[in-house]
């Protein structure tokens, strides 16, 4: 009878909490983490205090991964439009009243400073996948239309600011999440035949449209710099071409097996620049060579297979929409900070998931991975 009564241990009150959860997901997400502390620690030896600060980023991320974890997919579905409408009311006032660094408006003084992009890049394909759950079925051209004029808002307002990066990141999220509501190829094949004309044509004319007095629609001066700069980095080596040049270095030079951990020249001898955050890629192939690279590729791979499984069999148009959508990013992230490091993509600021150094995009990474340990543990709960 006394037994009845024993107040549970906190064990027992514990392990309830991680019933359900995904453990390839959790794996896929272990082996990255490990191999971003170890490429932090070489990379950032000698820079300060930054592999502490990013084991601690880490740490935040995973209690931040667990506590959405725990949310329920109805629950996120009732956040999207509130979040939505927060995240672009505070894009507006960054307009309005931002703070301006280097050139551009991208941070908001509300006592402590903030940056409202960060927001969109998991509000607006949870505001998408609403919009879809919300006309299960057979969506119409109309609903299709709506769709891409509420990702063309925050993606608006963020190229204004401008920040390339966010926008492309989240662009991709939110056009992730319209394609597997059913996008008609018909639709999508005259955009990428498009978009393949225009770069062909970019690449073959690059000298006569890269002249100084030559200005490109909607685009400023820097970002024409970059795309030119890949065309050719060799234009200016000492100056726009010096990243690009630098990083493929570092790539080419570590070979097949890699240099050996602490032992890239060109990171430690501080020729990478950025060799924490954006390219911090270039010096981890350094270090580990071609086959670091094919195991940090399997380990996204690994990642985002899992993450598709997932959505395949999420029990909702909402839950599979939105966990399509942020498994796809991860891949948008690694493909373009990969890309951009090895000179097939022009810089636009992209970290790398895991393994670059920044506290914001860490805590975007677990709010993700949360949401998608949420999606399968309600389905593997609805199972049991």
Excluded at 140 to 163: C, E, N, S
């Amino acid at each position: 009878m006394r037994r009845a009564f024993e107040k549970p241990t906190l064990l027992q009150r514990v392990i309830p909490l991680f019933r359900g959860f995904d453990g390839p997901l959790l794996l896929a997400v272990l082996i990255l983490a490990v191999i971003g502390l170890i490429t932090m620690y070489s990379a950032g030896f000698d820079h300060g205090t930054r592999f502490v600060d990013h084991a601690r980023n880490m740490v935040l991320a995973a209690e931040i991964l667990f506590v959405v974890a725990q949310v329920s997919p109805q629950r996120l579905m009732a956040l999207a439009v509130p979040l939505y409408s927060v995240g672009v009311t505070l894009l507006v006032a960054t307009a309005l009243i931002g703070v301006t660094k280097k050139g551009a408006t991208r941070w908001l003084d509300l006592g402590i400073v903030i940056q409202p992009s960060e927001i969109l890049k998991i509000a607006t394909p949870l505001m998408l996948a609403w919009w879809f759950q919300r006309r299960e079925g057979r969506p119409r051209a109309l609903d299709f239309a709506v769709a891409l004029l509420l990702l063309a808002v925050p993606v608006g307002l963020i190229v204004k600011q401008p920040d390339l990066g966010t926008a492309i990141l989240v662009l991709a999220a939110g056009l992730f999440v319209i394609f597997f509501a059913g996008l008609p190829w018909k639709l999508i094949v005259p955009v990428v035949v498009v978009a393949a004309i225009a770069i062909t044509a970019l690449v073959l004319s690059g000298d006569a449209i890269c002249e100084p007095d030559v200005k490109w629609p909607m685009m400023r001066d820097y970002q024409k710099n970059r795309v030119c700069t890949l065309l050719d980095p060799t234009t200016d080596p000492l100056g726009k071409g010096f990243h690009i040049i630098q990083g493929m270095i570092a790539i080419g030079s570590g070979g097949v097996t890699g240099k050996g951990f602490m032992k890239g020249t060109q990171t430690h001898l501080e020729f990478i620049p950025e060799r924490t955050t954006d390219f911090i890629f270039a010096a981890y192939s350094e270090e580990f060579g071609l086959i670091g690279c094919v195991t940090l590729m399997l380990g996204f791979l690994f990642l985002i297979v899992r993450g598709l499984m997932i959505a395949s069999d999420a029990p909702n148009v909402f839950t599979r929409l939105l966990a399509g959508s942020i498994t796809l990013s991860f891949f948008t992230y690694a493909f373009v900070n990969m890309g951009m490091v090895s000179g097939i993509l022009p810089v636009v600021g992209v970290p790398l998931p895991f393994i670059s150094y920044g506290g914001t995009a860490m805590v975007i990474l677990g709010l993700g991975l949360g949401i998608l340990l949420s999606i399968a543990k309600s389905r593997r709960l609805v199972q049991g």
